[in-house]
């Protein structure tokens, strides 16, 4: 097999990236946008020891799941995976790779219960980050990254947003070509705007853009101002990010609001939660709602104390402060931390507290206070949970439940592997579909202390 070869290729397979794969002369060849069970004809793109690249040419033998995509950029962006199919397609891909990564890097045999999928897939994010750039002709690129790279696909409308997120980059667009604004270079390391940031709160219809700058402030303020709210009237709140670091994180740590309060309210599980910048707040709110309820149904907090760990604006907690004895989360952000603890007051939640902390740290120091939570959360990043965490909730806080909330399959295995080792056993799992159309799959675990 050579470079731009073109082979006949049965899919037998989806990658956890949500390639299709299959073999050639006994050699793996990853062909994107397929499906398995689809026999295609593929360009080789790249040629690697052990495995190629492919690209469609042709397809020999199309699978009934295959319907075409309605996304203008979907080939471009990096942002869907699963266009090419209907959404149970996409829902079985989703809940065998849960199934299989659980197996596999976990060696945890359970069969996941029914994956929660998303009734509405369309406009369903509640918050986007457009890298905002030039292109080599010095046009203005606003849009997404490609897939692997920082190169900016430029686009008007993302299927996955509401319509107020594109009023807004049509706006800025206008603003920019008004204004003084210049926008970041990542090569040259200078110009102003880096990122054009927005969130909805789906519930109230509240809306807050924030810009990341590479600077302290911008010239003309009340003109952005005005034609942002002019546009969208629903914008509650224009934030200023500084961020001034030559890096890959979107976010600065200095906020400046320019216009409302800051910050906006949206209503989660009946509770009433105000969201700044900083705070992390699950993307899809009408599938969060589904996961915190299992995560409520896994805990059973009645009367029990409640360690949530990685507690971001404190959320989960708060769901299950109706019950339980108490709540203690934990979130490194302080600014997440001042939003859980506002969160808690505003709903008259008077049995939560939280603490600024690394979750290892807290967990140890809390052990050592002689703390035994009955319930132990967890919702880390993509990385997983510091081994040092493992052992601190699994040998010194030794709690009867934990239940681990997670958006990677395969750092998920690997923890759960870890907790069994010491000691717990998982009882039950549910994938949950907070982002329909892209590669991306929620997952709750129910973990639970075997007694001798
Ligand atoms: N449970 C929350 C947030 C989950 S996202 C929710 O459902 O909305 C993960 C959170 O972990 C983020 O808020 C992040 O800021 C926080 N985090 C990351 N590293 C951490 C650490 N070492 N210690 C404590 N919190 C951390």
Request: charged fraction near 25%; include cysteine.
């Amino acid at each position: 097999m050579n470079k731009n070869d073109i082979v006949t290729i049965e899919i037998t397979g989806i990658t956890a990236e949500g390639s299709g794969v299959g073999r050639h002369e006994g050699m793996a060849v990853f062909v994107p946008n397929t499906i398995e069970g689809e026999v295609v004809q593929a360009r080789i793109l790249k040629l690697q020891k052990n495995f190629a690249h492919g690209k469609i040419e042709e397809i020999l033998k199309k699978s009934p799941d295959r319907i075409e995509s309605d996304c203008e950029v979907y080939h471009k962006c990096g942002g869907c995976t699963y266009r090419h199919m209907n959404y149970e397609a996409e829902c079985a891909i989703k809940y065998n790779r849960v199934s299989d990564t659980l197996k596999r890097i976990g060696k945890i045999d359970i069969v996941p219960e029914p994956i929660l999928g998303g009734e509405d897939i369309k406009a369903y994010r509640n918050k986007a980050q457009f890298p905002v750039g030039m292109d080599e002709n010095g046009k203005l690129q606003i849009g997404f990254y490609a897939e692997r790279s920082h190169r900016i696909v430029d686009f008007d409308s993302c299927g996955l947003h509401p319509p107020e997120f594109t009023t807004v980059v049509k706006v800025m667009r206008e603003y920019i070509a008004k204004s003084s604004m210049t926008v970041y270079s990542e090569t040259t390391k200078r110009g102003l705007l880096r990122h054009i940031y927005v969130r909805k709160a789906f519930a109230t219809g509240e809306i807050m853009v924030c810009l990341v700058i590479n600077s302290n402030r911008i010239k003309e303020e009340v003109l952005l101002t005005e034609m942002l709210t002019r546009a969208v009237p629903a914008i509650k709140t224009i934030v200023l990010n500084k961020n001034k670091a030559d890096t890959n994180v979107i976010l600065g740590k200095d906020c400046r609001t320019i216009y409302g309060t800051g910050y906006i309210t949206d209503v989660l599980c009946g509770l009433q939660i105000k969201l700044s910048p900083l705070s992390f707040y699950q993307v899809n709110s009408v599938q969060a709602e589904k996961l915190y309820a299992k995560a409520k149904e896994y805990a059973d907090p009645k009367d029990k104390t409640v360690l949530d760990l990685y507690c971001g604006a404190g959320t989960i907690g708060l769901t299950m402060a109706d019950s339980a004895k108490e709540i203690i989360g934990v979130e490194i952000i302080p600014e997440a931390v001042k939003d859980a603890i506002e969160n808690a007051a505003q709903n008259n939640i008077k049995n939560a507290r939280f603490l600024c902390d690394d979750a290892a740290g807290a967990a140890e120091n809390l052990a050592k206070e002689g703390i035994r939570p009955d319930v132990v959360l967890l919702d880390p990043p993509r990385k997983g949970c510091d081994q040092r965490l493992i052992e601190t909730v699994a040998e010194k806080m030794t709690p009867d439940q934990i239940v681990y909330v997670s958006c990677d399959p395969a750092t998920l295995a690997r923890d759960c592997g870890l907790f069994e080792e010491k000691g717990y056993q998982v009882i039950a799992a549910t994938p949950v579909d907070l982002f329909p159309r892209t590669k991306h799959v929620e997952c709750v675990v129910l973990m639970s202390r075997v007694k001798e």
